[in-house]
């Protein structure tokens, strides 16, 4: 398919882009003291070389408090060379690029700037920072505008095609907007007009340094998200009033960081906020991005042509493909690697203040260590036992390089693991990494055998020059409890599988993201499905509260159950929408509990009000079935039968150890440069 639209040219204040995608602005943490670096210039390289018409970094840090040394800075002169280079890097290479100009606000964590205290608009504690900042005085807001407009000049003189405006996300400009954070009794507080005074002068001020021919862009929430914050309406009369100060572009997102609302997860629907950038479109005469989990391009052409949007706002996909674009220019959008939403690489690690990593492209962000790969010196019949995400990986990379590979995969179908992974309501995005593969290792002429059960005498007689072994699994842990005949056991993987369906009382016992990620699944399975609802809705004969009721209620009971804290196995920032979709479906957790037996359809646990209690109370649970999720073993055994061989061989993945998917993967792409070491 051509995506004409996607791909047609636009116009922002006298900027041509060559086509409606832009990646936007995330701190990937590659700058630790501000100065553009190598890793940070590849990385952006990488992508202009990958066809988008607009990049846009940062947040960009301009002054002391409002931001961290990890980001990119423009605070003072002596950062504007480097991002000249890189900006001269980005236009060779054939795209446009822009500055986020950030300031965090009550978002800024003091630890983080030498210990000094946030300034907001008003002392209004935040848990996100967990600090109450100072409140600003005017002579404060006058000073953080005039550095926000000083800023924007050295950034043209760095050769940036714009500046963007940070007003999303519950940053500063946010604060000055919602009454929730601006409790000021000014000029700069109380009416919608004094409230929007901050912004509409700090547009103004821009304006005037960086002068009328060059663009200034701002990124808005298009809905805080936040019970007593601002909606919808209040994003469009902010819009409107920011085209009215002389913004050019304005970029859609979605709600705060304090938002219970998930927003970028696998949670939300693939371009789930097209509607919220629609009304803004609606109500501007200015170009309007939308952003959010737009990570195809049939979905972003079909944002185009409904008139929900003028451009595309892709980052988190184009961590994970820095070629999306030309691959959908191309018309092979099935070779495009599409992110996740899982948040695993890219959020969790900066919840950590750690450089960006991605879960499905184990490139990101070390583009400057493997620019300089070489191709195969000698071609090589390589085969690879397993055909997960681990091998799949090693398949490609070294098929890229030249070499001859097999895969030689024991079930009737590609994927491993991912098959299971992909089965919890809000990662069906892992489906799209085995097409991914799929077309992949066809493209690059890997021969793939399905339904082949390898034996270590076969794999030393095949003629194979080395062997990988990616083999998965093994079998799934057991723990000993005292269980009777009352009840039916399984496995978290025999459930994912639907090898068995669970009844309606259920222990879950392990509270990692498996065990919670396996609840969750069964919860669902046993509520109504969205298709359920919108036929409910659609023909009205089920009142509204009636279907918001079975929307969240299970007919199943669950109990999830651990020694440890239940949801404690999620990487940080990534497991809270699973643990809330539990909540919300009336699934029962009990951390720091012991199962001291299950007999006569019930289970009787020992449970500790806190983690260091001595002191246990006893809870009864009617259980019909129970589901182990306690891991499980590592599926070595081929691997050990070949390592005393002539033959030489590595294994990865689950073979190696029990991976995530982001591990297995990463293993695969060391191991695949650690050959190109031995001169493969």
């Given at each position: 398919?051509?995506?004409?639209?996607?791909?047609?040219?636009?116009?922002?204040?006298?900027?041509?882009?060559?086509?409606?995608?832009?990646?936007?602005?995330?701190?990937?943490?590659?700058?630790?003291?501000?100065?553009?670096?190598?890793?940070?210039?590849?990385?952006?390289?990488?992508?202009?070389?990958?066809?988008?018409?607009?990049?846009?970094?940062?947040?960009?840090?301009?002054?002391?408090?409002?931001?961290?040394?990890?980001?990119?800075?423009?605070?003072?002169?002596?950062?504007?060379?480097?991002?000249?280079?890189?900006?001269?890097?980005?236009?060779?290479?054939?795209?446009?690029?822009?500055?986020?100009?950030?300031?965090?606000?009550?978002?800024?964590?003091?630890?983080?700037?030498?210990?000094?205290?946030?300034?907001?608009?008003?002392?209004?504690?935040?848990?996100?920072?967990?600090?109450?900042?100072?409140?600003?005085?005017?002579?404060?807001?006058?000073?953080?505008?005039?550095?926000?407009?000083?800023?924007?000049?050295?950034?043209?003189?760095?050769?940036?095609?714009?500046?963007?405006?940070?007003?999303?996300?519950?940053?500063?400009?946010?604060?000055?907007?919602?009454?929730?954070?601006?409790?000021?009794?000014?000029?700069?507080?109380?009416?919608?007009?004094?409230?929007?005074?901050?912004?509409?002068?700090?547009?103004?001020?821009?304006?005037?340094?960086?002068?009328?021919?060059?663009p200034i862009t701002i990124r808005i929430a298009g809905n805080d998200l936040v019970p007593g914050s601002n909606n919808t309406d209040d994003a469009v009369n902010f819009a409107k009033d920011m085209e009215a100060a002389g913004v050019d572009m304005i970029n859609v997102t979605g709600g705060w960081h304090e938002s219970k609302v998930p927003q970028i997860t696998g949670d939300l629907p693939r371009g789930g906020f097209d509607h919220i950038a629609a009304a803004i479109k609606d109500a501007v005469s200015i170009p309007v991005a939308c952003g959010n989990r737009v990570n195809d391009p049939l979905v972003a052409e079909r944002i185009l042509a409904t008139g929900c949007a003028d451009m595309l706002s892709l980052g988190?996909?184009?961590?994970?493909?820095?070629?999306?674009?030309?691959?959908?220019?191309?018309?092979?959008?099935?070779?495009?690697?599409?992110?996740?939403?899982?948040?695993?690489?890219?959020?969790?690690?900066?919840?950590?203040?750690?450089?960006?990593?991605?879960?499905?492209?184990?490139?990101?962000?070390?583009?400057?260590?493997?620019?300089?790969?070489?191709?195969?010196?000698?071609?090589?019949?390589?085969?690879?036992?397993?055909?997960?995400?681990?091998?799949?990986?090693?398949?490609?990379?070294?098929?890229?390089?030249?070499?001859?590979?097999?895969?030689?995969?024991?079930?009737?179908?590609?994927?491993?693991?991912?098959?299971?992974?992909?089965?919890?309501?809000?990662?069906?995005?892992?489906?799209?990494?085995?097409?991914?593969?799929?077309?992949?290792?066809?493209?690059?002429?890997?021969?793939?055998?399905?339904?082949?059960?390898?034996?270590?005498?076969?794999?030393?007689?095949?003629?194979?020059?080395?062997?990988?072994?990616?083999?998965?699994r093994g079998e799934a842990k057991k723990i000993p409890l005292d269980i009777d005949d009352s009840v039916s056991v399984y496995s978290a993987y025999d459930i994912l599988e639907g090898n068995v369906v669970a009844g309606r009382n259920v222990i879950v016992i392990g509270g990692g993201s498996v065990g919670c990620e396996t609840a969750q699944f069964m919860a669902h399975e046993?509520?109504?499905?969205?298709?359920?609802?919108?036929?409910?809705?659609?023909?009205?004969?089920?009142?509204?509260?009636?279907?918001?009721?079975?929307?969240?209620?299970?007919?199943?009971?669950?109990?999830?159950?651990?020694?440890?804290?239940?949801?404690?196995?999620?990487?940080?920032?990534?497991?809270?929408?699973?643990?809330?979709?539990?909540?919300?479906?009336?699934?029962?957790?009990?951390?720091?509990?012991?199962?001291?037996?299950?007999?006569?359809?019930?289970?009787?646990?020992?449970?500790?009000?806190?983690?260091?209690?001595?002191?246990?109370?006893?809870?009864?649970?009617?259980?019909?079935?129970?589901?182990?999720?306690?891991?499980?073993?590592?599926?070595?055994?081929?691997?050990?039968?070949?390592?005393?061989?002539?033959?030489?061989?590595?294994?990865?993945?689950?073979?190696?150890?029990?991976?995530?998917?982001?591990?297995?993967?990463?293993?695969?792409?060391?191991?695949?440069?650690?050959?190109?070491?031995?001169?493969?």
């Amino acid at each position: 398919m051509k995506y004409e639209r996607v791909f047609s040219p636009i116009t922002i204040n006298g900027l041509e882009l060559k086509n409606r995608v832009l990646m936007p602005a995330i701190n990937h943490i590659y700058t630790p003291e501000g100065y553009a670096t190598p890793r940070f210039n590849e990385y952006y390289w990488r992508r202009a070389e990958g066809g988008v018409g607009l990049i846009i970094v940062g947040g960009c840090r301009f002054e002391k408090i409002g931001g961290t040394y990890s980001m990119i800075s423009l605070e003072d002169d002596s950062f504007i060379p480097g991002f000249k280079e890189f900006t001269d890097g980005v236009h060779e290479r054939g795209a446009k690029v822009g500055v986020q100009l950030f300031h965090a606000g009550r978002y800024a964590h003091s630890s983080a700037n030498e210990g000094r205290t946030p300034i907001a608009p008003s002392e209004v504690y935040s848990g996100y920072s967990r600090a109450t900042p100072k409140e600003m005085t005017v002579e404060e807001i006058k000073t953080v505008q005039k550095q926000w407009a000083e800023a924007a000049v050295r950034a043209k003189k760095a050769g940036f095609d714009l500046v963007e405006i940070l007003a999303s996300a519950g940053y500063l400009i946010c604060q000055f907007l919602s009454p929730m954070t601006n409790l000021r009794t000014d000029e700069y507080g109380g009416s919608w007009e004094n409230r929007t005074r901050f912004a509409r002068e700090l547009v103004a001020e821009m304006r005037a340094a960086v002068g009328d021919d060059y663009p200034i862009t701002i990124r808005i929430a298009g809905n805080d998200l936040v019970p007593g914050s601002n909606n919808t309406d209040d994003a469009v009369n902010f819009a409107k009033d920011m085209e009215a100060a002389g913004v050019d572009m304005i970029n859609v997102t979605g709600g705060w960081h304090e938002s219970k609302v998930p927003q970028i997860t696998g949670d939300l629907p693939r371009g789930g906020f097209d509607h919220i950038a629609a009304a803004i479109k609606d109500a501007v005469s200015i170009p309007v991005a939308c952003g959010n989990r737009v990570n195809d391009p049939l979905v972003a052409e079909r944002i185009l042509a409904t008139g929900c949007a003028d451009m595309l706002s892709l980052g988190r996909p184009h961590i994970a493909d820095p070629d999306w674009c030309n691959k959908a220019m191309n018309d092979r959008a099935d070779l495009i690697r599409r992110c996740m939403a899982c948040n695993q690489g890219c959020l969790a690690n900066a919840f950590f203040d750690k450089p960006v990593e991605c879960l499905v492209n184990g490139e990101a962000g070390r583009e400057y260590e493997t620019k300089e790969l070489p191709g195969a010196q000698s071609k090589k019949k390589i085969l690879v036992v397993g055909g997960g995400a681990a091998g799949c990986e090693f398949a490609i990379r070294e098929a890229d390089r030249g070499h001859s590979v097999t895969i030689w995969e024991e079930e009737d179908k590609l994927g491993g693991q991912l098959n299971l992974v992909a089965m919890p309501p809000a990662k069906k995005e892992f489906f799209s990494l085995i097409s991914y593969y799929e077309a992949s290792l066809a493209e690059k002429g890997v021969e793939v055998v399905l339904g082949k059960e390898s034996t270590a005498d076969e794999i030393k007689n095949a003629g194979f020059n080395f062997v990988i072994i990616a083999a998965g699994r093994g079998e799934a842990k057991k723990i000993p409890l005292d269980i009777d005949d009352s009840v039916s056991v399984y496995s978290a993987y025999d459930i994912l599988e639907g090898n068995v369906v669970a009844g309606r009382n259920v222990i879950v016992i392990g509270g990692g993201s498996v065990g919670c990620e396996t609840a969750q699944f069964m919860a669902h399975e046993a509520s109504v499905s969205p298709e359920q609802v919108y036929h409910m809705l659609e023909h009205g004969y089920m009142p509204v509260e009636r279907v918001l009721e079975l929307m969240n209620t299970s007919r199943r009971n669950i109990s999830v159950v651990d020694v440890i804290k239940v949801g404690s196995g999620f990487q940080l920032g990534t497991g809270w929408p699973v643990l809330g979709d539990l909540k919300r479906l009336g699934v029962k957790t009990y951390s720091f509990a012991a199962t001291r037996n299950i007999k006569d359809g019930v289970a009787t646990l020992d449970v500790k009000e806190k983690k260091d209690s001595e002191e246990t109370h006893e809870v009864q649970i009617p259980v019909d079935t129970v589901v182990m999720s306690v891991g499980a073993l590592p599926g070595e055994a081929l691997y050990k039968e070949l390592e005393g061989s002539d033959l030489e061989v590595y294994n990865i993945g689950d073979s190696a150890g029990i991976a995530n998917v982001q591990s297995a993967i990463g293993m695969a792409c060391r191991l695949a440069e650690e050959l190109v070491q031995k001169g493969y």
